[in-house]
Nanobody, 122 residues
Framework: QVQLVESGGGLVQAGGSLRLSCAAS??????TAWFRQAPGKEREFVAA????????YYADAVNGRFTISRDNTKNTVYLRMNSLQPEDTAVYYC?????????????????WGQGTQVTVSS
């Protein structure tokens, strides 16, 4: 099973930017997604990218502010987050090895990272 390690989280002021990274073991080009979970809330879909990088998907809440990309030579998927707002504060998780066709369903992913905290101050 693929192993995922996220990095790049931290504390940023509102309006700032961060770039998260999700490094995968091995060289298989899995469809990969980012989810997030804020305290007291359910996990929610953020963005997803196909194995080739040719298709991307975004939640309405982040569309236009976040960009998902991948570098398959480095087995890494990125999430560039711009114009961050306090409501973006959450633990961000990387997920890969999707079994279904809907990229926004968390239950479809077999592999998950440990998460990285993103905190946006007002």
């Amino acid at each position: 099973q693929v192993q995922l390690v996220e990095s790049g989280g931290g504390l940023v002021q509102a309006g700032g930017s961060l770039r998260l990274s999700c490094a995968a073991s091995g060289s298989t080009r899995y469809a990969t997604a980012w989810f997030r979970q804020a305290p007291g809330k359910e996990r929610e879909f953020v963005a997803a990218i196909s194995g080739s990088g040719g298709s991307t998907y975004y939640a309405d809440a982040v569309n236009g502010r976040f960009t998902i990309s991948r570098d398959n030579t480095k087995n890494t998927v990125y999430l560039r987050m711009n114009s961050l707002q306090p409501e973006d504060t959450a633990v961000y998780y990387c997920a890969a090895d999707r079994s279904g066709s809907d990229p926004s369903r968390g239950v479809s992913y077999r592999a998950w990272g440990q998460g990285t905290q993103v905190t946006v101050s007002s």
